[in-house]
């Protein structure tokens, strides 16, 4: 399950050519339908936003009712540094999407993948998550204050301390999946539409891939060898192979270091349960 453009598409793109059934899973029908035409015909559209309860709710239950397994989640859809807004359920847009978005998600699919052998989930993260020193929880949700740039880089915080909490917790409970992070290094995707105008150009945006940062193939690989390879473990992070790791080969990396404290972990997965009323079963 990924995402229809950019480093999603070159996911479902690349698994779909190993033989993989993919579940392309986004909020926009036309654009969904126009991947379905570029990968295989084994693969089929579901409509998801996740910045609504309701629609994760509607996909889980459709994709319960088509499968009968899940064997890799990969949650990689987001947004970066959008107006402030608050989604239907009064979450900041970026911390709902990002962050809450995946908690949900993978939480309702569990009982489809939690049996599977050497099944993953794996969280796309960002090299924006080493920003983050402090974590003001008085704020993860814009109360006070709105910041862009600094909820962006606290969302990808939370996504990897929240996979190495899930870690934890599939191995306490016995089940078989396992849980990984990963990031891409820098890629300009459709990731970038409320970046300045000049930024947009598709034009631009391959030639900066192709001599400053990541073309959306290469920025792929992450999450390619996360929900892949038999060389990596549950709570790796996947990232690339270079000092500032904004291009690279994939590798396994350290992410920032306040993601190795349990208390912190275990605040962020209690918030996420009292704001969706849902905990690992």
Partial sequence: MTSNSGIGLEIARTLSLKGATIIVACRDDKRGAETLNIINDYSEYINLDLS??????????TVQNKYSKVDVLINNAGVMAPLFVRTYENLEMTFGVN???????????????????????????????????????????????????????LSNLFRVMFTLELENKLRTKGYETLALACHPGVTMTNLVRYMPRLFRSSMLAKIVNYLIFQTPQRAAMPAIIAATSPNVGGGDFIGLDTKRQIRGNPAV??????????ALREQLWDESVNITGIDLE
């Fill in 253 to 262: 990396v350290q992410p920032n270091e306040l993601v190795f404290d349990p």
């Fill in 52 to 61: 609504r309860f309701i629609s994760i709710d509607r996909f889980v239950e």
């Fill in 99 to 153: 962050y809450i978005g995946y908690y949900l998600l993978t939480n309702k699919l569990m009982p489809m993948i939690r049996e599977v052998r050497k099944s993953r989930v794996v969280n796309m993260s960002s090299i924006a998550q080493y920003k983050i020193q402090h974590i003001a929880w008085e704020n993860i949700n814009s109360q006070m204050y709105y910041d862009k740039w600094e909820s962006y880089a």
